[in-house]
């Protein structure tokens, strides 16, 4: 059973930057897809951003290209999964998920998923 445990949300100002992480455990998939998904009260969910474990492929949603870099770091045999998020506004407020899948980004649905982060971005 994958793990995916989120964190590094929280309050920042207009403008400023927060890095999230996504601290994957469990059986290690051969060929994954992770990604950031986000969901605003009173929205849908909307994909953000995803990696691929194949090629290191990433694919961002058009309302964060240019704010928005997601990563990945394989050291010691653990996982974790960055996004790091730039140039903040109050739209970007939302509580964030990671999940992950076996095959490549984007996938339409994925099986594993975190209990999410809320990000607030408030002056």
């Not at 997601?70 to 790091?84: E, G, P």
Request: net charge neutral.
């Amino acid at each position: 059973q994958l793990q995916l445990v989120e964190s590094g949300g929280g309050l920042v100002q207009p403008g400023g930057s927060l890095r999230l992480s996504c601290a994957v455990s469990g059986y290690p998939l051969e060929h994954y897809a992770i990604a950031w998904f986000r969901q605003a009260p009173g929205k849908e969910r909307e994909g953000v951003s995803c990696i691929s474990s194949g090629d290191g492929s990433t694919h961002y949603a058009d309302s964060v290209k240019g704010r928005f870099t997601i990563s990945r770091d394989n050291a010691k045999n653990t996982l974790t999964v960055y996004l790091q998020m730039n140039s903040l506004n109050p739209e970007d407020t939302a509580v964030y998920y990671c999940a992950a899948d076996v095959g490549w980004c984007p996938l339409a649905k994925y099986a594993y998923w975190g209990q999410g982060t809320q990000v607030t971005v408030s002056s």
